[in-house]
Each structure stands twice: as C-alpha cells, then as structure tokens.
C-alpha cells in the first residue's frame, strides 16, 4: 500500500492548478490584446468597413480583424466579390481611416496567410 502524504497531494494539486491557469492565460491575454487595441482605434469598425467596401464594388466582407501591422492598428478586411476568383484584402488605417493596402489574393497565398496566421495565435 502508497502512503500519499499531505506534501505530495498538495505538489499535485498545484501542478494540476498551474496547467490549468496556463492554459487560460493566452485566452484573456489576446481578448484583453483585442480590447486594448478597440480602445486605441480613432475610427469606429463600422466607419472602416464602409471605405474598405467603397474600394471594392459589389463585394461583401467575408472576415475582418483589428491587429498592428508593420506598426500601424489596421482594419484588416477579407472582401470577396461573387463571380470573382479569390479575395481582395483592404486595409483601413484604424487612426485615420485611410485605406493603407488593397491587394487581390488568389486562393493560394490566402491558404498560405491563413496558415501563417495560425502558427502565430497561441
């Protein structure tokens, strides 16, 4: 028969403890991250969502995100235009809302970004 004592519970409990705050901890980082970054833009989404869409008639935004890039906060906008191969990426100056980038992506370098992108997120 093991004998379990008190130190070695307590050692146990702890370490499932700490697991289990790692874990979470990349979860409220990047919500508190997004948050941060909400607070900072000077230009509402849905302000950066009409210019973004104003760039590319007939498009409809299939996902956007708000991250920093190359040190600026963008509106990142993945629009997609029916009838049309691949997507149109337009970036909107969350300071400003100017438009800083729009480029057309065919469908292999938006799989190669998104796999990108993945590795990056926790």
Do not use: C, W
């Not at 980082?29 to 973004?52: F, G, H, N, P, V």
């Not at 760039?55 to 935004?61: D, L, T, W």
């Not at 990142?76 to 049309?84: H, L, N, Q, T």
């Not at 980038?101 to 190669?112: C, N, R, V, W």
Request: charged residues 30%; aromatic residues 4%.
């Amino acid at each position: 028969m093991k004998v379990v004592t008190y130190a070695t519970l307590f050692a146990a409990m702890l370490a499932v403890g700490a697991v289990s705050v790692s874990a979470q901890a990349p979860a409220k980082k990047t919500a508190e991250s997004q948050a941060s970054l909400r607070k900072e833009a000077k230009i509402a989404e849905a302000d950066a969502r009409k210019t973004a869409l104003a760039a590319v008639p007939g498009g409809k935004v299939e996902s956007h995100e708000l991250e920093r890039e190359n040190g600026k906060l963008i509106y990142s906008y993945d629009i997609k235009v029916a009838g049309k191969s691949g997507i149109e990426e337009v970036n909107v100056d969350a300071m400003s809302g100017a438009i800083v980038a729009h480029e057309h992506e065919d469908a292999k370098t938006e799989a190669k970004e998104k796999k990108a992108e993945a590795k990056k997120k926790p």
